[in-house]
């Protein structure tokens, strides 16, 4: 699933060919994946393009937005006359292709293309009033460069029992961090993911809090990880998968102390650490 880098990017790409755009059409191949009246949205405009964790929400000119999930394997490709012939990646394919389950006709000639094979992210117009009271965003944690501060996350840290990992990617806790770049912040602040996250001290809590930050960052810097299906909303593949630290080493030598990269699972996901230097 896309994580904050990711989503992050997808909410620049959006920001910047959305935001002026009237929507003039919007055609549903596949209800499930959109709640709410089309005709509550058509006609306006986008002004702002906003992230809440995983999330997304444009902003419309007559008090309306879309709230958006991309979950799993969800796309969204903007296409107008200057970037229709804008080579996509193999991950997207045809646009508009059998996957195409939502279209949002703009003016200008403009079009911004829902995509998602396994079906399972979600579009809703609400009211720009009540995004905030919609259940996932609701619920969801702070989030690093937003609100996250070093005192709250210690307090999080501080009274789990929990392997420090899946903590750190609880989203109710703390929004946004998923496995790969829990996996990378890991291994950047030397901690074992399976410790208990109560037996960090006061120094590997921060040095963990710094690595958060680093890591996403530099997933911001290259566009995020098309490990799957994730695209810009160019239909562009990340670059971050080739600058990984730890995620997808298995069998590596670690750059840092020699040691070799292993995997296992821990709470359901692939998990990578150097046996050596991650204590």
Known sequence: MPELPEVETIRRGLEYYLVGHKIVDVEVKVPKLFEGNPKDIIGSKVVKVRRFGKGLVVDLSNSYSLAIHV????????RDEKTKDIPVSSKVGTVPSKFTHVTFTLDKNAYLYYNDIRRFGWIKVVKTSEVQNLPFF???????????????????LSKSNLAVKPLIMDQKRIGGIGNIYANDALYLAKIDPKRPAKSLSSNEVKSLFDAVHKVMEKGMKYGGSSELTYVNVLGQEGEYQRHTLVYGRQGDICERCRGRIKKYFLGGRGTYWCEKCQR
Not at 71 to 78: A, D, H, S, V
Not at 139 to 153: A, H, R, T, V
């Open 138 to 156: 609701k619920s969801m944690g702070p989030e690093p460069f937003k609100d996250l501060i070093l005192d709250y996350f210690s307090k999080v």
């Open 71 to 78: 979950k799993l394997t969800g796309q969204l490709i903007y």
